[in-house]
């Protein structure tokens, strides 16, 4: 979750807590090619199946979820204001992109609670959806085995934003 207390313009603050059981793999020597794959599939798939241009995507993380891991519900740039009844945009995402890499084990369904949709993700599968509360998601626990997905959150052109793009954005052909 986005700290707004500790977010500025300049700088984009997250917190941590019990809501979220995974660990990010260090790709640092492989990170181009991870920013290539992301690249492609905002180019190539998403962009011309929404109709709309991107300006930048965050630079993409390899996501490790082994047995017991999870995420819970959560949205990917808003949060909720007490009572929980409003949202606030807090960051740049417009939309949210997973790729699955495995499929060998138990669990680890992707879940939209708004709309009581359950995914069993499947290697290769690409999946992306809207950033804000209507998509919020969670990353069931992982049963068995390991589950990995390359993640990375995408910012549209033309759209205003809040506050500058973060450090490790990665800018998109105009």
Not at 14 to 31: E, P, W
Not at 34 to 43: C, E, F, G, W, Y
Not at 113 to 126: E, N, R, S, T, V
Not at 140 to 150: E, F, L, N, P, Y
Request: charge should be positive; glycine fraction near 6%; charged fraction near 25%.
């Amino acid at each position: 979750m986005v700290n707004s207390k500790a977010t500025s313009v300049e700088k984009v603050v997250r917190t941590v807590g019990k809501n979220r059981v995974t660990q990010r793999v260090d790709m640092s020597h492989a990170q181009q090619r991870l920013n290539d794959i992301v690249r492609t599939a905002i180019v190539k798939t998403i962009e011309p199946d929404l109709g709309r241009r991107f300006e930048w995507f965050e630079e993409p993380q390899l996501l490790r979820y082994e047995e017991g891991g999870f995420y819970g519900m959560h949205a990917d740039s808003e949060n909720p204001i007490p009572p929980g009844d409003y949202w606030r945009k807090v960051t740049d995402r417009d939309i949210s992109l997973l790729l699955y890499l495995d499929d060998n084990y138990e669990g680890g369904q992707l879940r939209f609670g708004c709309f009581d949709y359950l995914l069993q993700p499947k290697a290769g599968m690409l999946v992306y959806f809207p950033s804000d509360h209507r998509y919020r998601h969670t990353a069931m626990k992982v049963t068995s085995g390991t589950r990995h997905a390359i993640v990375s959150w995408s910012s549209q052109q033309g759209v205003a934003k809040l506050r500058q793009a973060p450090k490790n954005a990665v800018q998109l052909p105009a």
